[in-house]
């Protein structure tokens, strides 16, 4: 199994990038802050007249490494497992008021959790000058009345009580990194790379402002002449109530996303994922993935990084090896990206260059009449989609279904 400190040093080399350096007091309480933004969460609990209070952060299991970093940066609280996840809480009223209340003071949160925030802080210091966790009749209805207007049950929203993320406020990078390794996604579909970030449409103007930040970001990559600054996509999922900004352009995510994010020091696992995502959007960039050696590649990557490798999965995915990658990227290419080259432009020159001798198509397992088919365009007609449709070229020999049914290869399977 390939460990994540091969797996980062091999990907700084490749881009011939130094690692960041260790982050700082400063940086970390930035990063912290973000990361609460996505994965923290407030808590006030009734049992009967007793009141108790609880902040914590709940991850997966295997991230119970990062949650032990944040309980020793901040010198208070716990860190517990739960069945497949593991748990940072404080619960203690004076390390709530001399610890954590100062420090998202001065680092604010900038989603709606904000006013989450307050709610709590109210419910904590009432708590302080308490001589008893038990309430009386006024004081539960008080209580009760915070706590049903918190969280999931809040209704009316004071966005003016929110901190600025927006107008003459430029998003900290420190924060964006905390709020990404939360909330943020180094996908793939149909085996092509993609970046998200999404949050509930109560905080659009945090991901607005997000999305205006990475408009700006420097261009990483100078060799490429003709990419452009990211193209920020927008949707917006009404049964999750969740909105999502994306960015798909392989040159945008290459020239731009990469080279800024190799320098931001990822805290949690989902470093490991960013690194491979780099091999892969290499491996589109300079166009090994048009070979059948790097399709392959791409393809375990993508089974093996997100949920693929929790421990708790019961089909994890396979790390590929350092010398697999290395062995694919010295291939030989039969066209070369130029400065002026966009990405689909070299994707179009490898069409002519790179064809299988035949394509063999399964239903479910079963040779589909008409196999072998001699272009990617009859191929996919025959299943019922678009001739202009990439699932196939993307997909072939990689096992990976089409539509929950079909598979494609350049051979006969036996």
Request: charged content about 20%.
């Amino acid at each position: 199994m390939l460990n994540s400190i091969s797996i980062f040093t091999f990907t700084y080399s490749l881009f011939n990038k130094k690692e960041p350096l260790p982050i700082n007091k400063e940086q970390f309480s930035s990063w912290l802050a973000g990361f609460i933004d996505g994965e923290g969460n407030f808590q006030v609990f009734l049992d009967r007249f007793y009141l108790r209070v609880m902040f914590r952060i709940r991850l997966h299991k295997d991230e119970i490494n990062v949650l032990t970093k944040i309980q020793e940066f901040l010198g208070v609280g716990r860190v517990i497992i739960e069945g497949n996840s593991s748990v940072f809480i404080i619960s203690n009223v004076k390390d709530l008021i001399n610890i954590l209340f100062p420090l998202l003071d001065k680092y604010n949160l900038y989603t709606s959790k904000w006013l989450d925030y307050i709610d709590f802080k109210k419910v904590v210091y009432f708590l302080s000058k308490s001589e008893t966790t038990r309430l009386s009749l006024s004081e539960l209805e008080k209580i009760q009345n915070i706590i049903s207007n918190m969280n999931s049950g809040r209704t009316e929203y004071n966005y003016s009580l929110i901190p600025k993320i927006t107008g003459a406020e430029r998003v900290n990078p420190f924060w964006l990194l905390g709020f990404i390794e939360g909330e943020g996604t180094f996908g793939y579909k149909n085996l092509s790379p993609f970046f998200q970030v999404g949050h509930n449409i109560r905080s659009y103007h945090v991901l607005e402002a997000i999305a205006n930040y990475l408009q700006t970001i420097p261009k990483g990559f100078k060799f490429s002449l003709k990419s452009k600054a990211p193209t920020i996509n927008n949707s917006f999922n009404k049964k999750t109530n969740v909105s999502v900004i994306s960015i798909l352009s392989i040159d945008a995510l290459y020239d731009y996303l990469l080279f800024f994010l190799l320098d931001m020091p990822f805290q949690t696992r989902k470093g490991v994922d960013f690194h491979y995502w780099c091999i892969v959007l290499h491996l589109h960039k300079l166009g090994y993935f048009y070979l059948q050696e790097g399709r392959n590649l791409v393809y375990l990557i993508s089974q093996y990084v997100n949920t693929g490798r929790y421990s708790t999965n019961p089909n994890p995915g396979k790390a590929p090896s350092i010398t697999l990658i290395k062995k694919v990227l010295n291939l030989n290419l039969p066209v070369t990206l130029t400065p002026w080259m966009s990405h689909v432009d070299l994707a179009k020159a490898f069409v002519p260059k790179v064809k299988a001798s035949g394509i063999w198509v399964y239903d479910n397992g079963v040779l589909l009449n008409g196999s072998p088919f001699s272009s990617f365009a009859s191929a996919m007609k025959a299943i019922g989609y678009s001739k202009t449709s990439i699932a196939g070229r993307r997909t072939i020999d990689t096992g990976k279904l089409i539509g929950g049914r079909f598979t494609f290869y350049s051979k006969p399977v036996k």
